[in-house]
Nanobody
Framework: QVQLVESGGGLVQPGGSLRLSCAAS????????IGWFRQAPGKEREGVSC????????YYADSVKGRFTISRDNAKNTVYLQMTNLKPEDTATYYCAADSDPFACIRPGTVHYWGQGTQVTVSS
C-alpha cells in the first residue's frame, strides 16, 4: 500500500519561501515518478514538479521554473519542494503524488497514488 504524507504548507507573504515535504512508503516499483501537483479553487489540478526515482531527472511547470526546486532524500524516502519568491497565484492545495507513468506530471488524471494535500496560501 503506497502512502504519501505531505507537510510544510502554510500562510506566507508574497516573495516569501516555503518547503514542502512528502514522506513516501510502500512504493515497490523499481522505477517511478514522484512529485507535486496543485489545485486552486475553480481550477484543474496541474503538475508543478516531478522527479524520477532512477536518474533524478526533473520536470517543472513553466509557471514555477526558476522559483521552485524539487529534490529527494532516498535514505529518508522523502521528496521536497523548495518554493521561493512565492506569488499569490501559487495559492493552492499542494498534493504529493506518485506513478509509474513517466509523463505523470503532465497527465495528472492518470496518476494512481495521492497524498492528502497541504494548503499553501500566499497573501499579504
Amino acid at each position: 500500500q503506497v502512502q504519501l504524507v505531505e507537510s510544510g504548507g502554510g500562510l506566507v507573504q508574497p516573495g516569501g519561501s516555503l518547503r514542502l515535504s512528502c514522506a513516501a512508503s510502500g512504493v515497490t516499483s523499481d522505477w517511478y515518478v514522484i512529485g507535486w501537483f496543485r489545485q486552486a479553487p475553480g481550477k484543474e489540478r496541474e503538475g508543478v514538479s516531478c522527479i524520477s526515482s532512477s536518474d533524478g531527472s526533473t520536470y517543472y511547470a513553466d509557471s514555477v521554473k526558476g522559483r521552485f526546486t524539487i529534490s529527494r532524500d532516498n535514505a529518508k524516502n522523502t521528496v521536497y519542494l523548495q518554493m521561493t519568491n512565492l506569488k499569490p497565484e501559487d495559492t493552492a492545495t499542494y498534493y504529493c503524488a506518485a506513478d509509474s507513468d513517466p509523463f505523470a506530471c503532465i497527465r495528472p488524471g492518470t496518476v494512481h497514488y495521492w497524498g492528502q494535500g497541504t494548503q499553501v496560501t500566499v497573501s499579504s
